[in-house]
Nanobody
Framework: QVQLVESGGGLVQAGGSLRLSCVASGSTYVINAMGWHRQALGKQRELVAV???????NYADSVKGRFTISRDDARNSVYLQMNNLKPEDTAIYYC???????????????WGKGTLVTVSS
């Protein structure tokens, strides 16, 4: 129904910045929330940030004040600006989307294939 393609991952030193982008295609009219999840090696997958169609935003506590999520519905896109990156941010980052209103967005209907972010010290 919906396909998601991420870009913008890479290698950056601690304290640096990266901007992730994601473009949705397919039945994009059904999308409500768009977000970013990540999974570090040996760790469980976690929500990083999510933004609903109404503009409500939630961040993981670990990224508050450093990451900013935004979306451009005209381009079917969602972005994640990551500043002051830390080695602990190293993970595969997944673009996600969901058609439903949810109390939380730990699970999403649609997932991209992921883009690797590596933060070195």
């Amino acid at each position: 129904q919906v396909q998601l393609v991420e870009s913008g991952g890479g290698l950056v030193q601690a304290g640096g910045s990266l901007r992730l982008s994601c473009v949705a295609s397919g039945s994009t009219y059904v999308i409500n929330a768009m977000g970013w999840h990540r999974q570090a090696l040996g760790k469980q997958r976690e929500l990083v940030a999510v933004i609903t169609g109404g503009g409500t935003i939630n961040y993981a506590d670990s990224v508050k004040g450093r990451f900013t999520i935004s979306r451009d519905d005209a381009r079917n896109s969602v972005y994640l600006q990551m500043n002051n990156l830390k080695p602990e941010d190293t993970a595969i980052y997944y673009c996600t989307a969901d058609p439903n209103w949810r109390r939380d967005y730990n699970d999403m209907d649609w997932w991209g294939k992921g883009t690797l972010v590596t933060v070195s010290s």
